[in-house]
């Protein structure tokens, strides 16, 4: 029927909640028709302060409304914030595990710098010990420009022993020893015009440097009308 679904969409529909103005007049009008004898019929000035304090109270109920949604606009941009924040101390958290992982890499490069520099000092060190031992073994040595290939046969000491005295004009005594003597580099190809030197290492300190001052100020030797120069190696 037309009549019952009405009803029942009224039942089923929830109340409508009543504002303060609206309370109070139902209120009065059940207080009116319960004691029809009691009640005595509103003055003009008594319906104007009802209405002016049932809008006062509308206007408050207004602000509550405003705020409370206000607080909840709030509630919502805390969250939020709250949410950036675990966000951002994540960030730095990881940010300093970074620096942290960063700072013990510096620490490994600055130990391994400091190992590597000393390392430097030691090679250095090391560079001029062995500067220093090659000058002491190759002091002895001397070096004759100038001496035809072939012409020292088998035995280079031998030959050096007998033709030193001659260049130089010097008597040995004792005789002249080597320690080893030899031509310097591999035999050029062919009738090369340009022989190679021979080096020697005399035995005793004092010949070599007696041969080295009279080569230096006699200059180059006469050898079967060849020049001899004699150098220190």
């Known amino acids: 029927m037309p009549g019952n679904k009405l009803n029942q969409k009224s039942a ?81 958290a990881g940010f300093q595990s970074r620096v942290t992982g960063l700072e013990q890499r510096m620490g490994l490069v600055e130990a391994q710098t400091t190992r590597s520099r000393d390392q430097y000092q030691d090679l250095l060190y090391l560079r001029s010990k062995l500067t220093d031992m090659e000058d002491r073994s190759r002091r002895d040595n001397i070096r004759l420009h100038g001496i035809l290939e072939n012409e020292e046969g088998v035995d280079v000491q031998s030959f050096l022993r007998s033709i030193l005295p001659k260049l130089n004009s010097l008597d040995f005594d004792p005789p002249i020893e080597f320690q080893w003597a030899h031509r310097v580099g591999p035999k050029r190809p062919g009738n090369s015009s340009r022989p190679r030197p021979i080096i020697a290492c005399l035995l005793r300190h004092n010949q070599t440097r007696q041969i080295l001052q009279v080569a230096h100020k006699h200059g180059p030797f006469q050898l079967d009308q060849h020049d001899i120069r004699i150098t220190a190696d």
Do not use: C, W, Y
């Not at 529909?13 to 009640?39: D, G, I, M, W």
């Not at 304090?53 to 509308?58: A, C, K, N, V, Y």
């Open 12 to 92: 089923s529909k929830p109340p409508r909640q009543l504002l303060f103005s609206e309370a109070l007049q139902h209120k009065r009008l059940v207080s009116t028709t319960t004691n029809p004898q009691t009640s005595t019929p509103p003055t003009e000035s008594t319906t104007m302060a009802e209405k002016s304090h049932s809008t006062t109270m509308d206007r408050i109920l207004q602000e509550i409304t405003t705020v409370s949604r206000r607080r909840e606009g709030m509630d919502a941009s805390i969250t939020s914030l709250t949410l950036e924040t675990k966000s951002m101390r994540a960030q730095i």
